[in-house]
């Protein structure tokens, strides 16, 4: 059967459409789900708990850098991080297998759901906007992916430095819950390749006329502070990893303002043509 015209569908038609789109935006993921899970070691020992050792190239990297200032004392050079990660319920390994499987599913099926929401909007579209279908894609997906890059290169050591060497007292030995761990590694990747993506809203928004080049320089201000405080929450509470984690942030924010000129130039110089 010949799929409707965008105009001639109802909404009904369009929540049809739209539920066969999430369904094979859930399969692309639960596939790539199962292909994680297959691959467990790598998964686990060399991505999830890459970060627990020292050997970790962030590590050795903030250790060179500080030795070249000549900070000797620095929890960047330790040997091994003082705590363990271990397992409290009797199903709890198995339980963060499957999960830590969805979300890397998640990931790396990434660019065939933004390709099926792509695929639903798309007919709402002018045709020459359809044509840069691809590059949307492209450009969506490797925001996201140098997002999750950063996080997990740059936010997840900071992180797992400051508060995996954090005491109040020599009394009290750090034993962290496995799904402790896997939550802050998953939660800054994901957090940080979510909010790559500021540049694409930020031309959505544009389009749709919510937001211009003058409301984004207006209260650029603002944004600064919001992202202060997103950067704070992140982040372990020190400000060398509010500052890491705020540059690039800043740069898409300054990116999104140069997107949205580029949009309203666009439909301005339309605009004259009709």
């Not at 691959?39 to 020292?54: A, E």
């Not at 960047?76 to 297998?97: E, K, V």
């Not at 372990?236 to 949205?260: E, G, M, N, R």
């Amino acid at each position: 059967m010949a799929k409707k015209n965008i105009n001639e569908m109802s909404f009904l038609d369009h929540l049809e459409d739209l539920r066969w789109h999430l369904i094979r935006a859930s399969l692309g993921i639960m596939i790539a789900a199962v292909v994680a899970f297959l691959f467990k070691s790598f998964i686990f020992d060399t991505i999830i708990l890459g970060p627990k050792h020292m050997s970790f190239p962030t590590y050795k990297w903030l250790c060179s850098v500080s030795r070249f200032f000549g900070i000797e004392d620095t929890t960047f050079c330790l040997d091994a991080f003082p705590f363990i990660i271990q397992n409290r319920t009797m199903g709890g390994q198995f339980s963060a297998h499957i999960w830590t499987s969805i979300y890397a599913g998640l990931v790396i099926a990434f660019p065939y759901v933004i390709y099926q929401f792509w695929r639903f909007i798309s007919p709402g579209l002018h045709p020459n906007e359809r044509k840069h279908s691809r590059g949307f894609i492209i450009i969506t997906s490797f925001l996201f992916f140098l997002g999750v890059l950063f996080g997990y290169y740059v936010v997840t050591p900071l992180s797992i430095n400051f508060l995996g060497t954090y005491t109040v007292s020599a009394e009290i030995s750090n034993e962290i819950d496995i799904s402790s761990f896997i939550s802050l590694v998953r939660s800054s990747s994901l957090a940080s390749g979510f909010i790559f993506e500021l540049p694409i809203i930020i031309y959505f928004l544009t389009k749709i006329g919510l937001v211009t080049p003058q409301i984004l320089k207006k209260y650029r201000k603002f944004a600064l502070v919001i992202v202060l405080i997103l950067s704070a929450i992140i982040t372990p509470p020190d400000i060398t990893s509010q500052i890491i984690v705020a540059i690039p942030i800043l740069i898409l924010y300054q990116v999104s303002i140069y997107i949205s000129k580029l949009v309203v130039k666009k439909q301005e110089k339309n605009a004259k043509h009709v």
